[in-house]
Each structure stands twice: as structure tokens, then as C-alpha cells.
């Protein structure tokens, strides 16, 4: 039996085909030799932590879903983050490829969001999407720009994969955060690096600032110094760093081994360091945090107390899901946590303490409306920014009786910054339902996000969405709230970021944190 180079593999088929790109050029790997194992890789898991530009990744992946749905007998569905992001990637190359390459003559072009190839199907789809849910099966996620992506839509495209054999996700995405997106793929994965050897046979990965002679402006090995040529950056090969049973085939793709790239590019870019977020995202393909950007586990340990804290008054958080998580706690700090499925136990609760009590309105709202109506000094939250009045905290009046509007973001922050002046004490056993309750506040970021009207800004996001005892913890702080400042506004003098965004960029801003402290200090 004789087989085509295409049947055998997709360098074959790059190759018999003779295929080009959406600019009508030859695929070669000669200016991007790190491509061929990429290319090639048929891992179920896959994700490409990389540089913004110049990489190559979305065409290799168009490639290959092509290569998969004619060869492999596979349905790929590719996401992006909207769906105009999805429309021009269509136009400008999935388009431009069909209609180049002899092979795939007859793959009609008019429908955007679906190809067809044979007897599989090419769907291209935005995570921010005005059309319905996509109802049909897929053997394959391809997650680009899964850091711009909504993830829950992310996760809903991943179960269209269930009744599949392959069921893979590949993911890739300049990062954006540390442990978000694409980078927390990478954490599972087998961490490939990209080594490259100089003439004394120091194998290293390109690194910043070290594989970089900033005087001369040249790339060097960082172990002898020993100036890298174009070649030597050709001639580099993905070595696992991480475990090699690990769950994804992962690599990560800097700028500075693309050998277009000079090192004056990346010096230039690197601006001495005025945009280290935008450095480490887009040129070094890295994750970037500033810092004091998550609840470390010491910090809630280090406000632990043996002392008494109950005063006899109480004030209760109830975050509501499938299981509901409580914190109980006085004015001085929290005394009691835990769960519970049954609504009684919330009456037993409420019966034993006589608390004021904030829970969240969503997604129970008929119980939510039930127990603020029924039982006294019960009040149910809603998160709404209040643009107008620069409010944090607002409690209805009148038809709006017994609703506390809240501005999540700056809610948040407020009860980091008292946790962190260790002005929430804790007096818990130390069991399991506390080492539950230090987790869900560390499964909290600050990350920065932008709108759609691409204002930027950090807000607070879940890693996990296993954050329910924090939550309990901003309902109880309300609650605790109310009964101090009798039902008012609780009015933010402009609460001080840490970091703020100036012409310049992004700066630390701890002068004003600090003095902002100072004059917040003492209340409560
Ligand atoms: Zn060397």
C-alpha cells in the first residue's frame, strides 16, 4: 500500500501541496524554525504562551485545523474573543488560504462563521457572541486570544467536544496575568522552552534581560556572553523544563528567538521600563502582576486572635449557590463559618443570633426576596457601581427597601486594605472549613481589564470561581456596616489606587495609599 506525503503528515502535506500563506508566500520554517514542532504536535492538550506578534501561531493553528478536518477526520471549532475578532480572522486569512491553495478549490468562502470540508465542519465563533448558543459537535477547541476570551463561554465551547474521541483544547494567547488564561494552561503543561546553544555549547533559553547585551545591542548567551548570530537563534529546540507527563504540550514563545527580531527591537520595546506590563505580555510572551494584587494566606493568618471578639452584637454573610457559605461575625472580626444546602439551617441561624444580615440577591432571588421581606434587619445585595455619587455602599429606600447596592470592585478593595491593616480579626477553629475559607480569599486577583470602550483598569476577578467564603466575607462586612453607619451612603473619598495609569504609564501610587490609610485609620 502506498500513502501521499499529505496522508502521512501535515509537513507532507505543507509540502506535496506546496502551501501558502494568506500573503501568498511559501510556509517555511526557515525564519521560524521553532513552528515545525508545533506544527506537527497532535497533543490533545496544547497551549502556546507567546509574544504578541510576529510568532505565527494563528495561521499554524488554521493549518492545522485544515490539515485536521481533510486528513484527521476532525471538527475544529475556533474562537476568539468577539465576533468581529472571529469575522476578520476569517477575511483576512482562513479565506485568503482557501482561495490560494489549489487543494482546497471549491470550499465555498460566503460563510463566515462555517467551512466545510469533506464531511467536517470549520466553525469559527467570538466568546462574546450576539448569536445563540452553537449546538453543534466538535472534536476540537482552538482557544486564540483565550486572555481577551470570556471564559465561561470558553468552558461551554469545551462541552461541545464531550461526545468526541479526541476532545482536545488547544489554547493560545499572549498572557495577561499570573495564573489566568493561558498561563494557567502553562502551569499543567510540560513548559517547553526554546534553547538555543552558543559556540562554547551553553544551551539556555532566551531570557530577559540576560540573553541581551543592552551596550552593544546584541543577543548573547547567558551563560559566557558569547554573542548569539541569527543562526545560532535558528538552529535552537524546544526542551521540556516542566514535567514531561504533565497534562498539556506546552510552549512558550518569546519575541527574542524569532530571528526577525534584532535585540535593538526588544531594547527599544523594553523603553527602559516605562510599560513592564505591556513588556512582559506582548514581547516576552510572560505573565506580568503588580504587586499586592492577591490575598496572601499569611495575611488572613497573621490577623488569627485567641482573644474574645464577640460583643453580643452579630452581623451575617450568606453567599448563595448550590451550597450556601455563611460568615458569622461582631463588629471586631469574624466568629463562625460554614455551609449549608437547607434554608432552616439560615432560620436556625438567624433564630440563635438575631444578626443583621446581607445576602446575595442572585441566583435564588424568589428565597432572596422571601427572607428580606420576612425577617427583620435582612437585606439583600446587589453589585451595581454607582456612577453619580461615588458611593461604595448605598441602601434602598422606599420601593428599594431592604436592597444594598454595592460597588463590587471597590467593595473589594476596601475589605482587602482593612484585612491587610489586620482590622478584621479572626477567631475560628482552625479546621477545615478555615483552610477552605484561606483558600477561596487567595482564588481572588486584581488583574487589569478593559471595557468595551478600551478603558483599562484592575478589577478584581476569580481564578477558579471557588471564592464563595470571600463573598460571605463582603456580605458580613456590609452587614457590620449598616449598623455602624445607621443605613447611610458610605461615602469613598475617592479611595487612592495602588497602581494608576499617568502618560507615562503605569505607576505605583503608595504615597497616597498610605496617607489615604492614615486618615481611614482608627474606625471601626
Ligand atoms: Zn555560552
Not at 509537513?11 to 508545533?38: H, K, M, Q, T, W
Not at 481572588?444 to 470561581?465: A, F, H, Q
Request: aromatic share 12%; net charge negative; charged share 25%.
Amino acid at each position: 500500500m502506498e500513502f501521499k506525503p499529505s496522508e502521512i503528515s501535515i509537513i507532507g502535506f505543507l509540502v506535496e501541496n506546496g502551501i501558502v500563506n494568506e500573503r501568498g508566500e511559501a510556509i517555511s520554517f526557515y525564519d521560524r524554525p521553532f513552528l515545525y514542532d508545533p506544527m506537527r504536535d497532535w497533543s490533545q492538550y496544547q497551549c502556546y504562551k507567546k509574544a504578541a506578534q510576529g510568532i505565527g501561531m494563528s495561521v499554524t493553528m488554521l493549518l492545522k485545523s485544515l490539515y485536521a478536518a481533510k486528513y484527521k477526520g476532525l471538527s475544529p471549532i475556533h474562537t476568539f474573543p468577539t465576533d468581529s475578532d472571529a469575522v476578520e480572522f476569517v477575511t483576512t486569512k482562513t479565506n485568503k488560504i482557501l482561495q490560494a491553495n489549489p487543494i482546497f478549490r471549491g470550499i465555498q468562502s460566503d460563510n463566515v462563521e462555517r467551512k466545510q470540508i469533506g464531511d467536517r465542519f470549520l466553525h469559527y465563533k467570538g466568546t462574546i457572541s450576539k448569536s445563540g448558543a452553537l449546538s453543534t459537535t466538535a472534536d476540537i477547541i482552538i482557544q486564540d486570544e483565550k486572555d481577551r476570551s470570556d471564559q465561561q463561554k470558553l468552558r461551554d465551547f469545551e462541552s461541545r467536544t464531550i461526545s468526541s474521541s479526541f476532545r482536545g483544547v488547544w489554547s493560545l494567547s499572549n498572557p495577561s496575568v499570573d495564573g489566568a488564561g493561558v498561563d494557567a494552561d502553562w502551569a499543567e503543561s510540560d513548559k517547553k522552552e526554546w534553547f538555543v546553544t552558543c559556540r562554547n555549547g551553553h544551551a539556555h533559553p532566551m531570557t530577559w534581560p540576560e540573553s541581551i547585551d543592552l551596550v552593544l545591542k546584541v543577543y548573547v548567551c547567558a551563560g559566557c556572553n558569547e554573542p548569539l548570530s541569527d543562526d545560532d537563534r535558528r538552529r535552537g529546540k524546544w526542551v521540556q523544563t516542566g514535567d514531561p507527563k504533565a497534562k498539556f504540550s506546552g510552549y512558550h514563545m518569546t519575541l527574542m528567538f524569532a530571528p526577525k527580531i534584532s535585540a535593538e527591537y526588544v531594547i527599544e520595546q523594553w523603553d527602559e521600563g516605562k510599560n513592564p506590563e505591556y513588556f512582559n505580555n506582548f514581547i516576552l510572551g510572560e505573565p506580568y502582576s503588580p504587586g499586592d494584587t492577591k490575598i496572601e494566606r499569611h495575611a488572613i493568618l497573621d490577623n488569627w486572635t485567641p482573644k474574645n471578639i464577640d460583643t453580643g452584637h452579630y452581623y451575617l454573610g450568606v453567599d448563595v449557590g448550590n451550597v450556601k457559605h455563611y460568615v458569622l461575625g461582631s463588629e471586631k472580626g469574624i466568629l463562625q463559618i460554614g455551609t449549608f444546602t437547607e434554608w432552616h439551617e439560615l432560620d436556625k441561624l438567624l433564630a440563635r443570633f438575631k444578626p443583621y444580615s446581607v445576602m446575595d440577591a442572585m441566583p435564588e432571588n424568589t428565597m432572596a426576596h422571601h427572607y428580606k421581606d420576612t425577617k427583620e434587619n435582612f437585606f439583600i445585595c446587589h453589585f451595581s457601581a454607582d456612577k453619580e455619587n461615588n458611593t461604595v455602599i448605598r441602601w434602598g429606600e422606599n420601593d428599594k427597601k431592604g436592597i444594598v447596592f454595592a460597588d463590587r470592585n471597590r467593595l473589594i478593595d476596601r475589605v482587602v486594605t482593612e484585612l491587610l491593616d489586620g482590622k478584621i480579626l479572626y477567631s475560628l477553629p482552625s479546621d477545615r472549613d478555615f483552610r477552605t475559607y484561606v483558600k477561596h480569599c487567595g482564588d481572588l486577583r486584581r488583574i487589569k481589564e478593559s471595557n468595551n470602550m478600551g478603558v483599562e483598569r484592575y478589577v478584581w476577578d476569580s481564578l477558579t470561581g471557588e471564592d464563595h467564603y470571600f463573598f460571605a466575607t463582603l456580605y458580613w462586612y456590609m452587614a457590620k456596616q449598616m449598623h455602624v453607619s445607621g443605613a447611610a451612603s458610605m461615602v469613598d473619598s475617592r479611595t487612592p489606587q495602588a497602581v494608576v495609569q499617568t502618560k507615562e504609564g503605569w505607576r505605583q501610587n503608595l504615597e497616597e495609599v498610605l496617607e489615604h490609610r492614615t486618615n481611614y485609620g482608627g474606625d471601626s
